[in-house]
């Protein structure tokens, strides 16, 4: 039997991946009668929904993505650009989730695995658990699927066109249309972390304390962002943030692109129109499998919003 390219095999790696997340979203959260029950059970579930079907398909393909992938650590000068990277990420998803609540959507579930709730206690007593369960495994697991392989199969059609597939496909993992401009940005700022730094590594890593700060921080931050009195001043210094950490990052690249422009073995990572990345990203988007995987996410959106 004639072997699938991995171009075409990885929508149904995503279809396999988000059948699998469905599949974790009907399991009842009172399973979970024990804080240790729940994080082994978040660490098996991002294990088999991610880690396997990865596993998977580098067996089918014969490919030894250890090597393929930039796994090597990241120059320290980046060190800067990677924690602004992570505040922007965080400022972000205040601002959104801030818009959201003040349209009546009230704020995003930011969550993969469904209905597993982290309470306050959980949170105080296990720091452990929080780090492996909710810090690096989704760090690890979930990088390596979207800004590794699928940036990597996909970057042949420009490195933009590649970010824009990745980041849709991780946004549609969630199924919460109030969280799809977040998870979506997120990617985005994940796959630039790639391209700036020429490291996976530094994506995980950024991804890493992200979620752990995501954890600790966002309850507190939104309990003042529902404060009458807190609520403007905790959009205004998200809104600051945001735009200083986004003014880093275009100074970053600007300096990035000036030396990309002076080394010819730079060549192929220099700019590329964004309007051809976003047609390009359109015609790949347009097979049969990624129109699957659309449907997918949009059918469990609506029966979600249907039936609660």
Not at 48 to 73: C, G, N, T, W
Request: charged share 10%; net charge positive; with cysteine.
């Amino acid at each position: 039997m004639k072997k699938l390219n991995a171009q075409s095999a990885l929508p149904l790696v995503l279809l396999s991946v988000y059948a699998l997340l469905i599949l974790t979203r009907l399991i009842p959260a009172e399973v979970m009668d024990s804080t240790v029950k729940l994080f082994f059970a978040l660490i098996i579930l991002e294990l088999l929904v991610f880690a396997l079907p990865i596993f998977l398909f580098s067996r089918m393909q014969e490919r030894d993505y250890i090597k393929e992938l930039p796994f090597h650590f990241f120059s320290a000068k980046f060190t800067p650009f990677l924690v602004s990277m992570g505040f922007l990420m965080l400022s972000g998803g205040l601002v959104i989730n801030a818009l959201f609540y003040f349209l009546g959507f009230g704020s995003a579930s930011y969550a993969s695995l469904g209905s597993f709730i982290l309470s306050e206690v959980s949170i105080d007593n296990n720091p452990l658990y929080v780090l492996l369960a909710y810090g690096a495994l989704p760090a690890l697991c979930e990088e390596v699927l979207f800004r590794g392989i699928l940036i990597h199969e996909h970057k042949k059609y420009s490195f933009p066109t590649a970010a824009i597939i990745s980041s849709l496909a991780y946004a549609f993992c969630y199924f919460d249309l109030s969280a799809f401009p977040f998870y979506f940005l997120s990617g985005l700022i994940l796959a630039y972390i790639v391209r700036m730094t020429g490291s996976l590594f530094a994506a995980i890593l950024t991804r890493f304390a992200v979620n752990v700060a995501s954890v600790y921080l966002m309850p507190s931050i939104w309990g003042l962002l529902t404060q009458p009195l807190g609520v403007l001043f905790a959009v205004f210094v998200a809104m600051a943030l945001f735009i200083i950490c986004l003014f880093f990052a275009l100074k970053t690249t600007e300096k990035r692109y000036r030396e990309m422009a002076c080394d010819p073995l730079l060549a192929e990572d220099r700019p590329y129109p964004f309007k051809k990345a976003v047609r390009n990203a359109y015609h790949i988007l347009s097979a049969p499998a990624y129109l699957l995987c659309i449907a997918t996410y949009i059918v469990t959106v609506v029966l979600m919003m249907i039936f609660g």
